[in-house]
């Protein structure tokens, strides 16, 4: 048995989640972890809300609330909102813990120790018209790197370059279009330079990443350089030095206190399991693999800050150093990030409108078919685009027509034919019926390779076609035409039910909903795939302060199902059954399609309500 970290991005707490979102992070961590618990290893899988930082206070001043109670809102959408996609979380959790804070502060405290962390001084942004610190993000301009319009003030997203925000060409504020002002003041800097040898070495050793996530990672250390780690700003975590810990108004800025949440959530784990040392088997064991995933946008991130602020802590740099009281903390054993979804042909943004919330889809058809739809034609390693047309035809083909057909067909033979499942002798057993159960135990290990080398699309599809091989077997041997030989149609009858069991085994990692479903159907008891659920605690730091969680329990032999063919039991009494995916009308693709623009339209209204309520405000100060 090996541990396996399954560490899973963070969302940012500023609003409900939508499926480019989880089409990045969610969907596809939850298969891999579910495949590893159930092939019998000791998985963590943890994440939880990013609350700190700029944008919180622009987002929470602008809707009249404090940034707590703005965090504390969309902490707990978001967390229903991926316990209800079935994401199995060990613990999903927030950065706005006592916990957290505590985790960050020795990992700046042991990284200054090392001397990768400086204090200096850096132009920052202010507006004004207010003369409060501006949000990197919030400032945009053209990018002095490649040229490119509406780079950011931290990274130009179209060449991938990190930025400061007083390198861009004429740039300007995204809250209210003026020019901001520079200012220098005092931070301190994480010594990107100091660890980059380091970094870079680490990053041509590994091996089996995605080609476009390596390439893209080793080409940011075509030039690296200092990045300042703290901000004028009242609300992130306090810097944990003499002159600055009580300074309300300096902090650690969010990017570099979010990646210490894969630590801190590990940590806050195992302090609720009773047990406090029980993380370090996924942290301190260099034997124990950490996969990471994300959207691309966030590679940066977790290939060269995240693995930067853990080799600084462990002492791994140019300037030598030793651990802290975490001990050598493993870096990422692979950063496994997704392409862009994007919209009927646009990109998401939930700004102008162009969104489909997990939360709304969720509540019109069946999770499990959002789950398929974004495993089978998702962003994988390139860009892909949702569609409406195409959700209903995978769901209707594929899902409805293939598999949950197949079930209710099998089901529906053996409760009319002998109520149960027919005991039968192995010698009776044709060329036929043995080449289909061969087909389907070697299918455990194509698709559990596939997975494993996160290929989730291809593993789906070999999946897929096994559903298929035994539709065929099926149609080859219509057992509905056996009427004199009960011993054959026993025998068609039991294997295909034992490759119907099969094939909901291969597909249990993508479709955990409805594989509890086909396992009930076919007469089985107990759970089958097990789900996450919420539980409301109380902060281990900070009595009072409660907040919900995801968490669930995953047992191998109890709830979880073993990645491999359990032998069907005979004599267990099968049902009439009931379909267990439910066609979409076609009707329903121009519905949503008149619904999203509906809404669109209704945004722009009250979009350009509000401008000429703001101008005819400046309009009447004027006069």
Known sequence: MSHILVAVAWPYANGPRHIGHVAGFGVPSDVYARYERMKGNDVLMVSGTDEHGTPILVQAE????????LADRYNKVIANDLCDL???YDLF????TGNHERVVQEMFRQCLANGYIYKDKQQVAISPSTGRTLPDRYIEGTCPICGAAGARGDQCDNCGNELDPDELINPVSKING??????ETEHFFLDLPALAEANLTWLKGTEGWRTNVINFSIGLFKEVKPRAITRDIDWGIPVPVDGWIDNPNKKLYVWFDAVIGYLSASIEWARRQGDPDAWRQWWNDPQAPGYYFMGKDNITFHSQIWPSELLGYNGEGSKGGEPGEFGKLNLPKEVVASEFLSMEGKKFSSSR??????KDILARYQVDAVRYYISIAGPETSDADFTWAEFVRHNNEELAASWGNLVNRVANLLHKEFGRIPEVDPGDLHDEDRTLLAHMN???DTVGNLIEQHK???ALNEAMSSVAAINRYISAMEPWKIKDDDTRLAVVLHTAAQAVSDANTLLAPFLPHSAQRVHETMGGTGVFSPLPHIEEV?????PGFRYPVITGEYRLGENVHPWKREAIRDGVPIAKPTPIFAKIPKEAVQEELDRFQSELDARRAKESERLAAEQAKLKQGED
């Open 442 to 444: 070697e299918a455990f």
């Open 538 to 542: 109380e902060d281990l730091d900070r």
């Open 93 to 96: 959790t927030r950065t706005t």
């Open 353 to 358: 409108g162009i969104v489909i919330y997990v």
């Open 178 to 183: 003026e020019t901001p002002i520079f200012e």
């Open 62 to 69: 602008a809707e009249g609330v404090s940034a707590q109670e």
């Open 456 to 458: 989730q699309k291809a």
């Open 86 to 88: 079935g994401l199995s």
